[in-house]
């Protein structure tokens, strides 16, 4: 079974990039890895999603290696609002239909 | 487009009753997943639909079921309950239905079992 590490919480300031590592061994290894975020008494939001090297998008980069073994989400010049819990998913090895979320990082964004 | 949405928000049941809850996927969407979302165990996987057959389980007891609807629509039933069932369930859904596809989550029903 796939297995998942994220790091409890993280703190930064306003302003900041912050970036936000998930470790993960035994994923499908045709499958993207997807990271959500997710505010209290709301369903998790996509945020993006990748296969591997770099992806970009208007709001977050995500960068996998080469081995696929981790995934770092980097959220630039964070603001308040973006105060939330911060969850990797992963398809798992032996079927890439049962989803795997990670524990989550919650992200508390300081003035 | 009307989003994912989840009935009841909300639900009050007693331990050996059973609960159905419902999900309503994004139109067009066909493939439809269910988690289960404590303090103690994170987001769990229960199971996905796929053009009305489950695709995929995760790792819970028979009490655990659903089904869809030929419209896409889903169903989850937990029978005797249990107070660890106590939850926020939340159902997502997706245009294809695999671990590639964005999945767009309803608000979740909270179940509480006494």
């Known amino acids: 079974l796939a297995k998942t590490t994220q790091p409890i919480s993280m703190d930064s300031y306003e302003g900041q990039e912050v970036n936000i590592t998930c470790s993960h061994n035994?994923?499908?290894?045709?499958?993207?890895i997807t990271w959500y975020q997710q505010f209290p008494s709301q369903g998790p939001r996509f945020i993006i999603q990748?296969?591997?090297t770099k992806v970009t998008n208007e709001v977050a980069s995500l960068f996998i290696p080469a081995d696929r073994k981790s995934s770092t989400l980097s959220l630039p010049r964070v603001s308040l609002s973006d105060t939330a819990v911060y969850y990797c998913?992963?398809?798992?090895?032996?079927?890439?239909?049962?989803?795997?979320f990670g524990s989550g990082t919650r992200l508390l964004v300081r003035p | 487009k009307a989003g994912v949405t989840q009935t009841p928000r909300y639900l009050i049941k007693t331990r050996g009753q059973q609960v159905t809850l419902s999900c309503s996927p994004i139109?067009?969407?066909?493939?439809v997943s269910w988690y289960q979302q404590t303090p103690g165990q994170g987001l769990q996987f229960l199971f996905e639909y796929f053009s009305e057959t489950q695709r995929n389980k995760g790792n819970f007891p028979g009490r655990f079921s659903g089904r869809q609807f030929s419209n896409s629509r889903s169903e989850m039933n937990v029978s005797t309950l249990e107070l660890g069932d106590s939850a926020l369930y939340l159902c997502?859904?997706?245009?294809?239905?695999?671990?590639?596809?964005?999945?767009?989550f309803g608000p979740g029903t909270r179940l509480t079992v006494t």
């Open positions: 998913l992963v398809g798992d090895k032996g079927s890439s239909y049962k989803l795997i």
């Open positions: 990748g296969y591997k």
């Open positions: 139109s067009g969407h066909r493939s």
């Open positions: 997502a859904s997706s245009e294809g239905g695999t671990g590639r596809d964005e999945q767009y």
């Open positions: 035994n994923i499908a290894t045709n499958d993207y």
